[in-house]
């Protein structure tokens, strides 16, 4: 069984401020992580991937995670937000051995003040 | 956005209804999937099929019945909907599936249903 949990559902920071937003997950396999976002009325788009390669995951906009097996966290972080990131954040678990099989956190919001 | 589109948008449909959601990718992919996104409850994978075969039925109720006629088309008939059905159903594709596991999901942008 596999299963993901976002910390926070709401995040807040002000603008050029860093951004962290937790996931924790549990698997019996190796997985595989991601990170998507879901801007308002928007599909959801990949922000990183972690697939057993380098621990520390550069991804798009400037965001990044680092997987932590000892911790089971695969942390999203920005060092500085900016107003387009306000969205909502979904940490993803992929089980390695089945196929199309994602499982979701809750997702967390992500506001930025001026 | 461009390579994965859903329509329509947004649908309001009354329970005794007949409606499709319909979903095509331009991605050249081999598997799609549907999604239901609920307000407060993490995305719940529907129905996965892979090279127009369904390979993954998650329990969902036979209100919902899919059709993938080509890999580049997928829909979502439904009939009978309940109040709790309103949800933006989410579709999705990916490369492949079998042994695949880090293969990405490309999502399109959701048709938000709201049955009455």
């Known amino acids: 069984a596999q299963s993901v949990t976002q910390l926070d559902s709401h995040v807040s920071v002000s603008e050029g401020t860093p951004v962290l937003l937790r996931c924790n997950y549990s698997?019996?396999?190796?997985?595989?992580l991601f990170w998507y976002v879901q801007h308002p009325n928007k599909g959801l788009q990949l922000l990183l991937k972690?697939?057993?390669?380098?621990?520390l995951v550069k991804g798009i906009n400037g965001f990044e995670a680092e997987f932590k097996k000892s911790e089971t966290s695969f942390h999203l972080t920005k060092p500085s937000a900016h107003m387009s990131d306000a969205a909502e954040y979904f940490c993803v678990v992929s089980r390695l051995t089945s196929y199309g099989k994602l499982t979701f956190g809750q997702g967390t919001i992500l506001t930025v003040h001026p | 956005e461009t390579g994965v589109t859903q329509t329509p948008r947004h649908l309001v449909m009354g329970m005794t209804n007949k409606k499709s959601l319909k979903c095509e990718q331009h991605?050249?992919?081999?598997?799609m999937y549907w999604y239901k996104q609920s307000a407060k409850k993490p995305l719940e994978l529907m129905f996965v099929?892979?090279?127009?075969?369904?390979?993954e039925n998650n329990s969902v109720p036979s209100r919902f019945s899919p059709e993938c006629p080509n890999s580049s088309h997928l829909f979502l008939h439904l009939h009978t909907l309940q109040p709790e059905d309103s949800a933006l159903y989410l579709c999705a594709s990916s490369q492949g599936i079998a042994g695949a596991l880090q293969e990405t999901q490309y999502f399109g942008p959701g048709t938000r249903l709201l049955v009455l």
């Open positions: 698997s019996s396999y190796s997985p595989s």
């Open positions: 991605l050249g992919h081999n598997a």
């Open positions: 972690y697939t057993s390669a380098a621990t």
């Open positions: 099929y892979s090279l127009e075969e369904r390979v």
